[in-house]
């Protein structure tokens, strides 16, 4: 009798561990299509970005937020503006810090509560100066 249940509750773990794996394996959702980015500076400012490497990493689960991570060399604690916008309207725009590990992060987001679907231009900027963009590019949420 001890033995089934020992084994009733391998079982068990095994199936919930099963169960979060093909959890986060709905994750996938994002096209992450190679939409080329672009870097730019007004030409009033003095600002040397050829040594800024960023990279843009959408995540989220499937039908709910979207979280975005951009990893940089950039130093931690340096402030960077997320600006997110759609062709219907919708804007987004967070302020996120560089973390000692090189990524900031933004924080769920959400049209309305709805998951963004649809083609979205993204830039991360200076959050004082929104002329020295270090990235742009777009991506296709759906």
């Keep these: 009798m001890k033995n089934n249940i020992h084994a009733i509750k391998i079982i068990i773990i095994v199936a919930i561990g099963l169960m979060l794996l093909l959890f986060i394996g709905a994750v996938a ?3 992450r299509s ?3 980015a672009e870097t730019s500076v007004a030409e009033d ?3 040397d970005l050829s040594d800024v490497t960023m990279e843009m990493i959408p995540n989220g689960i499937l039908n709910g937020p979207i979280y975005i991570d951009i990893v940089t060399n950039l130093e931690p604690g ?3 503006m997320l ?3 759609d062709e219907d309207g919708f804007m987004y725009h967070e302020q996120i810090v560089v973390l000692e590990d090189g990524i900031a992060h933004s924080s769920a987001i959400t049209d309305n ?3 963004l679907k649809g083609n979205y231009d993204i830039v991360i900027t200076e959050p004082e100066h929104d002329e020295i963009v270090y990235l742009k590019t777009e991506y296709k949420f759906s």
């Design 29 to 31: 959702y994002i096209d």
């Design 78 to 80: 340096k402030l960077l």
């Design 113 to 115: 509560g709805e998951h």
């Design 34 to 36: 190679e939409a080329p």
């Design 45 to 47: 400012y003095e600002v």
């Design 83 to 85: 600006n997110m916008q």
